[in-house]
């Protein structure tokens, strides 16, 4: 009886207190959802996280946060609207219940209790686009960073960046007026724009993607009165009933880049050139860039490029804000959530010293083991966020490092001499040491050579495009690649990865089956074009082409016939009449493309004039004016050189050989031909009294293949053929059909018996005329002297030793014609001292003479010798950069002028600092004179100056 008495007694205990604590429990619930709607305060301008659109309704992510969790929790919501400091006062005072979100400081912890992290949010500075000499934090410094009163920004910068000098605005609406009114060129912001500010546009404009630098990363929660501990509880359990999915779904929403509809947004990072970068404008380039743009054609997917830091790439793939991150090397380990595309490219790590590094016996180091070894104390400078850091280091580790913020900063030390040399990958490198003119101080090891294969990444989850990437790379034509190739890298065959490639001939099904039913091709040749083709002693054919094609064979498999013929016309029309598969030696015509097929270009040759040596040297076909000078007919330079140069009367002749009879009868007064056939001709021993001039107005002959229009197989297989000739296969045929070509066409024994005859009358008048020609060659000199000052003082500033304005004018308008002819680019920089006038008026004109000379100096320094530096007057200097491809190569030298000037300057009174403003003119696209160009660059000049000085801008 007692047992059951007490274990009653225990039942109802128990009962009683679950119910107590139920009905407490939820009296707390039923208290704040039964008395009103809780109070939730946002700000307008806090976008992505909160905002409001045009007919005042919350959005952002944490207002569909927010719904989400009132709808799981059945509680009604309300939004506030306030300007961001009172969301904070508003919710410490209890006058509304939560604040939206924000980030999580410890400055606010004295008024506010936050909920667990929701998101870790990184926080971003933007970057005026004008100031090209900022690459990293370090380099803002000099200038004021704009934040809204009461943001994280101003602790999490004071905490970290103190040296940073800031400037508050009331709301992020103001800092962005701020912005577009030039009182700041940076501040802060959190991953996007507000696109709610009404000049929103413009504001990209200026401050674009690719300049924004990621500082900080931090939590981002929701925040209530300081001890609500009830009301933080319910909140922490309406958001873990959120699901991953959902809150994913919501990031990506808001925090996901925007994109067109059926296209993939893919990130890169703008610091990488050649492979990937951002022109002036902002506009994504770069060998992989146009790689990927090719991909994006051949797979029919369109592509959106999006700049951000290789950290921040990896982080968008992670979070599935961005489809695919262009490329990364694929040792180095990352997160589970992203998998590696097939490698799209391949580049080497080496190391570079500078040349004044040598081993003991005075020779340049061959390994950086032997540099290690020898050289005590050497550094060598190493970006600190290279992925290749910890390989090198696993193979040398008593290498002396020293890390670097950023390749600009690692080159400036290089160039002063504070460390040994630099380690990077080649192509990188090396493009930026030619960006800098640094290029011939620096020479390469052997080894070590580290490989890195750069491979797309994508989302573990999306097997479906990895497929879809790897599938599309495969099929690219190899063609294609290279000469994608060719134009970024500038030449260096030792670099290429798709040139060795190719050089790895992979022939398909239908190329072999071509091949094995056609049986041997007939090569059309001629018979006497030496050293191009021709048919021996031994009546072998011999030749340029016949080493060409026998390395194409070698490759191949091709077997070719050569069919011997004895003009230029007759072996065309053998082509036409289907006589024959090919020949070669041919340059394409708007009307030979309608009757033939043409390989890539194989061989190329300046055109040469031969004429009588009395004439002297020549450089242009204006110099032949008024004359009659032969061609073969056939050449398809005929018409061409009829309408451009209508003074010339041009006499067609057969072959070579009839015109060299008509020079030599001076019936002609020059013949125009390529230099290997000029070569030829003035090896015979009977030729004494001519002489080879180069035609520098008349384009290069590129030799190429032409093929039956019938056989299209044939010149792809061709061009995997030409593909695979190294250049160190071309450089041999080179020097093996040109050794002779240094002679002058006189035979020795020939020289001897001239001399002799000739020697004898010239000792007896050299007695007669020495004495008055001594007292006659005195004069000479001395007026030869006075000319060549006077004309220099009339060209030249006294100054600085700079070319005047007189001088650029007369570069320019030669250049103008130079550069049209030749479809090249070429930009006008003027520059104007900033601080200049300052220093000149505090220390005297003798300082800012001496001032201006050293800047004369440090210009000349940032231009290759092919390049015009001027002054223009007082403080004012203009730089001409001739031979340009793209407007980007007139950025990188106002990079470097801007990096020269803002070095001390040590002159013998004081030390100075200065900087400069640049405007770029661009020809052809701001003008065809020299009047419009120098123009619209003094415009542009005036606009930096306007915007805060020190940075450049093009037109």
Sequence with gaps: MNFFYKLTSYIILITLFVVIFSQTVFAEKADITVKQPLTIAINETSFPYHS???QGNAIGLMADMWRLWAKKQQIEVQFIVLPWLETLS????????????LSIVDSRRETLQFSQPLFSIYTHLYVNQQLSNVNNLADLKPYSIGVVKGSAHIENLQKYHPEFALKTYDNRHDLYRGALNNEILVFTGLEKLSDNFPDYDTLRQRFPPHKVLRYQQGDYGVAVAKGNNSLLNLIEQGFAQVSREERAAIERKWLGLTKQKDSLLVAFSSHYPPYMGVSPSGEPQGLLIEVWRLWSKKVGINVEFVPRDMTEGLDLITEQKADILLAYPDHVKTSNDIAFANPIYSSTVEVFLNNRIKDVKGKPFESLEQFNQQFNGGVIGIWQDSTFKDQLLAQYPQLNVRYFSSLITMLDAAERDEISGIVGLVDLISARLVQSNLQTLFYRLDSPVITLKLSPVIHHKNNKLVEIVNRGFNELDINSLIKIEDRWLNGNAGEHYYKKQAQKIMLSDADKAFLASHGKINLGIIKNLSPIEFIDEQGKFSGINRDITH??????GIKFNYLPFDSWQQLYKALLDNKIDMLGSITPTVEREKLLIFTDSYWQMPWVMVHPQYYGRKSKLEDFYGKQVAIVKGYYLIAKLRK?????TFKLVDNREQALVALQQERVDGFITTMASATQLLKQENIVTLMISMMEDVSLEKSHFGINKQLPLLKGIINKGLLSITEKEKQAIYDNWFSLAIN???DKNVVLQVGAQIGVIILLVLGVIVMWNRRLQVEIKHREQLEKIMKHMATHDELTGLA??????????????FHQRQSLKMAVLFIDLDGFKNINDTHGHGVGDELLQQVALRLQGCVRSSDTVVRFGGDEFVLLLTGLNSPNEAAYVAEKVLRMMQKEFELSKTNAFIGCSIGIAMYPNDGDNDTDLLKIADTMMYKVKAAGKNHYIFN
């Design 644 to 648: 451009i140069h209508p003074l010339i």
């Design 90 to 101: 508003e919710v410490a005072k209890g006058n509304i219940d939560i604040h939206g979100g």
């Design 804 to 817: 005047n304005r007189v001088l650029l004018k007369d570069r320019l308008s030669t250049a103008i014609a």
């Design 551 to 556: 390395l194409i064979s070698d490759s191949t």
């Design 744 to 746: 002058t066409g006189l």
């Design 52 to 54: 409001i659109d045009e």
